[in-house]
């Protein structure tokens, strides 16, 4: 093994990032190297490397653009970690707020649609704290 390097745990290729990226663009409908290479705009042999387990240059932004055409969270893809219950609001996480909105019942989705309708209609505020809590005390 190179120096400094970390070495990828091949015993379980279902655990590989590549096994992941696979499985999404199963799931994405996805049929090709060279189609997720276009999608990405990137050489379809960078695409192909990844899959074969070589992922050891692959940049944080190809990355995230990866994870946004597989419409998959990053953590995901790197962990393979499926935890549902947190979402990762910093990175504007739409599938997480879509899987924490799906396990409400309809009273709360409505409830919540509400609330984002009005978050719409709300002028840019600088203090997102003090209008968090006027929403919350109905003062909005």
């Known amino acids: 093994m190179a120096r400094g390097r970390i070495k990828e745990i ?4 279902d655990h590989s990032i590549a096994s992941r990226i ?31 387990g070589d992922t050891k240059n692959m940049t944080h932004t190809n990355l995230y653009k990866l994870a946004d055409v597989l419409q998959v969270r990053a953590r995901w893809l790197v962990l393979g970690d ?17 899987q924490v909105f799906q ?23 600088a203090n997102t704290d003090a209008a968090v809590e006027q929403l919350m005390s109905g003062a909005i």
């Open 10 to 13: 091949t015993e379980d290729p």
């Open 22 to 52: 696979r499985q999404a663009m199963t799931n994405g409908g996805i049929r090709s190297v060279a189609e997720l290479g276009r999608r990405l705009d990137l050489p379809r042999q960078t695409v192909h490397r990844w899959l074969n």
């Open 82 to 98: 499926s935890v549902t219950d947190h979402v990762d609001w910093a990175d504007g996480d739409i599938r997480g707020l879509v």
């Open 103 to 125: 396990t409400l019942p309809a009273s709360a989705r409505e409830q919540w649609m509400a609330i984002g309708r009005t978050l719409q209609n709300m002028p840019a505020v």
